[in-house]
């Protein structure tokens, strides 16, 4: 299985990578915006980017790929949150974003999930940051790449071989 493109998260002055998806929480998505993959390592056709501002979490870029016709077009945050430019407080998020940062420790076959040398988790509720804390789950070998090279990095409940449709 392809693994997939990670979120992103703004926080602290860095640049996450994000096992998390927030934007699969928002309890009314629009029926009219169908996502599309445009490659097997991005089954979800969208990638979120994600910051944490004045301790509040905001969806302030979408990369997203839908079909017009025949044709694969890329839209923005505008497609799902008109008049939004400059972002959404994601205040339907309760949960914990993970992070994960470093090579790979350990993969597993039909594991949807790569083990990280470490994981930072941000707990939020209604989009508010309350805390975080980091796991140092161990040394990779040395001959390690960073990321995940066999298994998905998310769970896809909602995707299907070439779409996400949010009228489901």
């Known amino acids: 299985m392809t693994a997939q493109r990670p979120e992103v998260l703004l926080h602290c002055g860095k640049q ?30 969208y990638i979120g980017t ?9 969806l302030i870029k979408l990369k997203a790929w839908v079909k017009i016709g025949d044709t694969m077009t890329e839209v923005g945050l505008e497609a799902l949150f008109p008049n939004s430019h400059d972002g959404v407080f994601a205040d339907w998020f309760t949960g914990v974003l993970r992070c994960p940062s470093g090579a790979v420790v350990k ?14 988790f941000l707990r939020m509720e209604r989009g508010v940051f309350l805390e975080e804390w980091e796991v140092v789950n161990g040394v990779a070998q040395a001959e390690s790449e960073p990321g995940c090279k066999i298994e998905a990095i998310v769970d896809l409940p909602y995707a299907r071989q070439d779409s996400i449709d949010w009228s489901d």
């Open 107 to 120: 993969q597993e076959c039909g594991v949807h999930e790569c083990t990280f040398e470490k994981d930072l």
């Open 50 to 58: 994600w910051a944490i501002q004045n301790s509040r979490l905001y």
């Open 16 to 45: 996450l990578d994000m096992h998390s998806l927030p934007l699969w929480h928002f309890p009314n998505p629009p029926t009219s915006c169908v996502f599309h993959a445009p490659s097997t390592a991005l089954w979800r056709g």
